[in-house]
């Protein structure tokens, strides 16, 4: 029973949203007005984000958008210090009685080894989905540490997408 019920939230949640190599999209009517949207949105910036301020790219109340440009750091776990960086964008689109949340553009930008106490540079591992790697990584770490990396990324990345789905069906008030 229990096999049948999580297949069945399997099926639901692959219908709800929009989710394909680390690209998420999702429209969720609530009944809220636009304005009411926006301080939700700006007020889920705020609480998730370390400087909200930073981040935000673009903010337009007027036509419902804000984009967030945000960092991820995935250290995998190996030895020795190993540390990636990946950058994306948010895209919060609202309007009346509707909005729009879309994770993007999600991409390496920065990756180096910390050993005895001198950094160095190494390539960065482009997201990707599946065994095969696009990079050569033997020298960098292991493929199942590299394919613990991206699922560690995508669990974040799709962590603030449920987050944001969650926090904005909720009434928001002193």
Not at 121 to 145: F, L, M, R, T
Request: charged residues 25%.
């Amino acid at each position: 029973m229990k096999t049948f019920f999580f297949i069945i939230f399997c099926v639901f949640s692959l219908i709800s949203f929009s989710q394909t190599n680390f690209e998420w999209e999702k429209n969720q009517e609530v009944v809220k007005s636009k304005s009411e949207f926006y301080s939700d949105t700006k007020s889920f910036i705020a609480e998730n984000f370390n400087s909200a301020n930073d981040v935000i790219q673009n903010d337009d109340k007027d036509n419902g958008i804000i984009i967030v440009k945000a960092i991820s750091v995935q250290k995998p776990g190996t030895f020795y210090g190993d540390i990636f960086k990946y950058s994306y964008l948010i895209k919060f689109q609202m309007k009346d009685s509707l909005c729009r949340i879309i994770i993007t553009n999600v991409q390496c930008f920065e990756a180096y080894h910390i050993y005895d106490g001198q950094l160095t540079n190494v390539p960065c591992i482009p997201p990707y989905e599946g065994d095969e790697i696009p990079v050569k990584v033997g020298a960098v770490i292991s493929k199942k540490k590299a394919k613990e990396m991206m699922i560690s990324l995508k669990s974040e990345l799709q962590n603030i997408f449920d987050k944001y789905i969650v926090y904005i069906q909720e009434k928001h008030t002193f």
